[in-house]
Protein backbone atom coordinates (compact mmCIF):
# COMPACT_ATOMS: atom_id res chain seq x y z
CA UNK A 1 0.00 0.00 0.00
CA UNK A 2 2.67 2.56 1.06
CA UNK A 3 4.36 1.96 -2.49
CA UNK A 4 1.36 2.40 -4.24
CA UNK A 5 0.45 5.61 -2.41
CA UNK A 6 4.32 6.85 -3.55
CA UNK A 7 3.72 6.15 -7.01
CA UNK A 8 0.67 8.14 -7.33
CA UNK A 9 1.91 10.70 -5.40
CA UNK A 10 4.85 10.95 -8.18
CA UNK A 11 2.17 10.43 -10.83
CA UNK A 12 0.24 13.90 -9.47
CA UNK A 13 3.73 16.03 -9.44
CA UNK A 14 4.21 14.50 -12.99
CA UNK A 15 0.85 15.15 -14.34
CA UNK A 16 1.16 18.61 -12.50
CA UNK A 17 4.11 19.60 -13.97
CA UNK A 18 2.88 19.24 -17.51
CA UNK A 19 -0.82 20.28 -16.77
CA UNK A 20 -0.72 22.24 -14.22
CA UNK A 21 -1.94 21.36 -10.54
CA UNK A 22 -5.68 23.19 -10.85
CA UNK A 23 -5.79 19.88 -13.45
CA UNK A 24 -5.60 17.98 -10.62
CA UNK A 25 -7.66 19.28 -8.21
CA UNK A 26 -10.70 19.75 -10.68
CA UNK A 27 -14.05 21.15 -9.03
CA UNK A 28 -15.66 18.41 -6.91
CA UNK A 29 -12.39 17.25 -5.80
CA UNK A 30 -11.42 17.28 -2.01
CA UNK A 31 -7.60 16.83 -1.40
CA UNK A 32 -6.41 17.15 1.85
CA UNK A 33 -4.34 19.87 3.67
CA UNK A 34 -1.10 17.65 3.22
CA UNK A 35 -1.67 17.52 -0.65
CA UNK A 36 -2.36 21.13 -1.06
CA UNK A 37 0.84 21.93 1.43
CA UNK A 38 3.04 20.13 -1.01
CA UNK A 39 1.76 21.10 -4.31
CA UNK A 40 2.34 24.90 -3.09
CA UNK A 41 5.97 23.82 -2.04
CA UNK A 42 6.63 21.54 -5.43
CA UNK A 43 5.06 24.83 -6.95
CA UNK A 44 7.38 27.48 -4.67
CA UNK A 45 10.65 25.66 -5.34
CA UNK A 46 10.65 25.99 -8.72
CA UNK A 47 8.96 29.40 -8.56
CA UNK A 48 5.50 29.33 -9.82
CA UNK A 49 4.14 31.61 -6.84
CA UNK A 50 1.36 32.92 -9.03
CA UNK A 51 0.38 29.36 -10.00
CA UNK A 52 0.52 28.40 -6.40
CA UNK A 53 -2.33 31.30 -5.26
CA UNK A 54 -5.45 29.22 -5.96
CA UNK A 55 -4.43 26.20 -4.51
CA UNK A 56 -3.13 28.48 -1.10
CA UNK A 57 -6.95 29.79 -1.64
CA UNK A 58 -8.32 26.81 -1.93
CA UNK A 59 -6.70 25.67 0.99
CA UNK A 60 -7.79 28.47 2.77
CA UNK A 61 -11.35 27.74 1.66
CA UNK A 62 -11.24 24.29 2.85
CA UNK A 63 -9.74 25.42 6.09
CA UNK A 64 -12.69 27.36 7.02
CA UNK A 65 -15.48 24.91 5.52
CA UNK A 66 -14.05 22.41 8.07
CA UNK A 67 -12.03 23.90 11.05
CA UNK A 68 -13.95 27.22 11.32
CA UNK A 69 -13.01 30.72 10.35
CA UNK A 70 -11.01 31.63 13.47
CA UNK A 71 -9.01 27.84 13.78
CA UNK A 72 -5.24 28.15 14.04
CA UNK A 73 -5.26 25.76 10.65
CA UNK A 74 -6.82 28.55 9.04
CA UNK A 75 -3.99 31.05 10.45
CA UNK A 76 -1.58 28.90 8.90
CA UNK A 77 -3.63 28.78 5.67
CA UNK A 78 -3.31 32.54 5.14
CA UNK A 79 0.00 32.88 6.60
CA UNK A 80 0.64 30.37 3.35
CA UNK A 81 -1.22 32.65 1.16
CA UNK A 82 -0.13 35.86 2.35
CA UNK A 83 3.82 34.24 1.53
CA UNK A 84 2.61 33.92 -1.87
CA UNK A 85 1.16 37.26 -2.52
CA UNK A 86 4.86 38.71 -1.57
CA UNK A 87 6.64 36.59 -3.79
CA UNK A 88 4.26 38.00 -6.38
CA UNK A 89 4.45 41.80 -5.29
CA UNK A 90 0.46 41.78 -4.53
CA UNK A 91 1.63 43.54 -0.79
CA UNK A 92 -1.87 44.42 0.24
CA UNK A 93 -3.34 41.41 -0.51
CA UNK A 94 -0.76 39.87 1.93
CA UNK A 95 -1.05 42.69 4.51
CA UNK A 96 -4.69 41.59 4.22
CA UNK A 97 -4.01 37.64 4.45
CA UNK A 98 -1.64 38.39 7.51
CA UNK A 99 -4.08 40.38 9.10
CA UNK A 100 -6.89 38.00 9.40
CA UNK A 101 -4.02 35.40 10.08
CA UNK A 102 -2.82 38.00 13.46
CA UNK A 103 -6.51 37.97 14.51
CA UNK A 104 -6.68 34.28 14.85
CA UNK A 105 -3.86 33.28 16.15
CA UNK A 106 -3.74 36.63 18.87
CA UNK A 107 -7.49 35.32 20.14
CA UNK A 108 -6.60 31.81 20.39
CA UNK A 109 -3.37 32.08 21.36
CA UNK A 110 -2.29 35.22 23.05
CA UNK A 111 0.04 38.03 20.95
CA UNK A 112 3.07 36.50 23.13
CA UNK A 113 2.18 32.76 22.02
CA UNK A 114 5.38 32.51 19.51
CA UNK A 115 3.25 31.83 16.60
CA UNK A 116 1.37 35.33 17.12
CA UNK A 117 4.67 36.79 17.53
CA UNK A 118 6.14 35.26 13.79
CA UNK A 119 2.80 36.50 12.18
CA UNK A 120 3.25 40.09 13.69
CA UNK A 121 6.40 39.70 11.78
CA UNK A 122 5.21 38.83 8.76
CA UNK A 123 2.50 41.63 8.60
CA UNK A 124 5.13 44.11 10.05
CA UNK A 125 7.31 43.87 7.26
CA UNK A 126 4.32 44.01 4.36
CA UNK A 127 3.59 46.81 5.81
CA UNK A 128 6.96 48.56 4.76
CA UNK A 129 6.09 46.68 1.21
CA UNK A 130 2.82 48.80 0.83
CA UNK A 131 4.68 51.98 1.80
CA UNK A 132 2.79 52.22 5.02
CA UNK A 133 5.82 53.35 6.54
CA UNK A 134 3.99 54.60 9.91
CA UNK A 135 2.33 51.43 10.69
CA UNK A 136 5.07 49.47 9.82
CA UNK A 137 7.02 51.35 12.01
CA UNK A 138 4.33 50.49 14.88
CA UNK A 139 3.77 46.78 14.54
CA UNK A 140 7.67 46.69 14.17
CA UNK A 141 8.03 48.38 17.44
CA UNK A 142 5.61 46.03 18.60
CA UNK A 143 7.25 42.84 17.24
CA UNK A 144 10.86 43.86 18.88
CA UNK A 145 9.70 44.45 22.16
CA UNK A 146 7.97 41.38 22.24
CA UNK A 147 11.41 39.30 21.07
CA UNK A 148 13.03 41.49 23.30
CA UNK A 149 10.83 39.94 26.01
CA UNK A 150 10.38 36.41 24.76
CA UNK A 151 13.51 35.69 23.06
CA UNK A 152 15.78 38.24 24.41
CA UNK A 153 17.48 40.73 23.25
CA UNK A 154 20.74 38.61 21.41
CA UNK A 155 18.12 36.64 19.53
CA UNK A 156 18.41 36.55 15.67
CA UNK A 157 14.85 37.07 15.15
CA UNK A 158 15.12 40.19 17.87
CA UNK A 159 17.95 40.97 15.24
CA UNK A 160 15.26 40.79 12.42
CA UNK A 161 12.82 42.77 14.16
CA UNK A 162 15.73 45.42 14.86
CA UNK A 163 16.47 45.84 11.49
CA UNK A 164 13.02 45.89 10.07
CA UNK A 165 11.99 48.96 12.48
CA UNK A 166 15.28 50.53 11.65
CA UNK A 167 13.90 50.77 8.26
CA UNK A 168 10.52 52.35 9.14
CA UNK A 169 11.98 55.06 11.37
CA UNK A 170 14.96 55.82 8.49
CA UNK A 171 11.67 56.11 5.69
CA UNK A 172 9.85 58.34 8.03
CA UNK A 173 13.22 60.69 8.36
CA UNK A 174 14.80 59.39 11.97
CA UNK A 175 18.34 58.51 10.66
CA UNK A 176 19.65 58.99 14.29
CA UNK A 177 17.23 56.23 15.59
CA UNK A 178 17.65 53.87 11.82
CA UNK A 179 21.18 53.99 12.30
CA UNK A 180 20.92 52.63 16.34
CA UNK A 181 18.76 50.01 15.15
CA UNK A 182 20.89 48.50 12.21
CA UNK A 183 24.20 48.80 14.49
CA UNK A 184 21.89 46.76 17.10
CA UNK A 185 20.89 44.56 14.26
CA UNK A 186 24.36 44.05 13.00
CA UNK A 187 25.93 43.17 16.84
CA UNK A 188 23.36 40.48 17.51
CA UNK A 189 23.95 38.77 14.42
CA UNK A 190 27.53 39.10 14.28
CA UNK A 191 27.79 37.43 18.23
CA UNK A 192 24.95 35.08 17.85
CA UNK A 193 25.35 34.17 14.19
CA UNK A 194 29.25 35.08 12.86
CA UNK A 195 30.27 37.95 10.74
CA UNK A 196 29.99 35.99 7.39
CA UNK A 197 26.10 35.20 7.74
CA UNK A 198 23.87 36.08 5.58
CA UNK A 199 21.44 37.78 7.74
CA UNK A 200 24.30 40.14 8.36
CA UNK A 201 23.94 41.46 4.71
CA UNK A 202 20.61 43.82 5.26
CA UNK A 203 22.02 45.77 8.14
CA UNK A 204 25.12 45.48 7.07
CA UNK A 205 24.53 47.21 4.00
CA UNK A 206 21.91 49.61 5.51
CA UNK A 207 24.15 50.94 7.96
CA UNK A 208 27.21 51.39 5.06
CA UNK A 209 24.63 53.20 3.03
CA UNK A 210 23.22 55.89 5.80
CA UNK A 211 27.02 56.10 6.92
CA UNK A 212 27.94 57.06 3.56
CA UNK A 213 24.93 59.90 2.73
CA UNK A 214 26.17 61.27 6.20
CA UNK A 215 29.53 62.04 4.74
CA UNK A 216 30.76 59.38 7.46
CA UNK A 217 33.37 57.79 5.32
CA UNK A 218 35.68 56.45 7.65
CA UNK A 219 32.97 54.23 9.06
CA UNK A 220 31.24 53.26 6.24
CA UNK A 221 34.16 52.18 4.03
CA UNK A 222 34.95 49.39 6.46
CA UNK A 223 31.75 48.17 6.41
CA UNK A 224 31.32 48.43 2.92
CA UNK A 225 34.82 45.81 2.57
CA UNK A 226 33.46 43.38 4.78
Known amino acids: AGKTASRMVACLFLVGLVFGFQTIFAAGSEPSRKDLAVVISELSSKGRWAEAIPVALRWVTASEATNGVAHTNTATALESL ?76 TAKS ?9 RLGDNARAESLFRQSLTIVDKALGPDNRDALYPLWNLASLLQRKRDYAQAQPLYER
Open 162 to 170: AHNLGMAVQ
Open 82 to 157: GQLYERTSAFTNAQQAYARSLKIRTASLGLEHPESVACLHLLARVSGSTGDWTKAKQLNEDCLKLREKLLGPDHPD
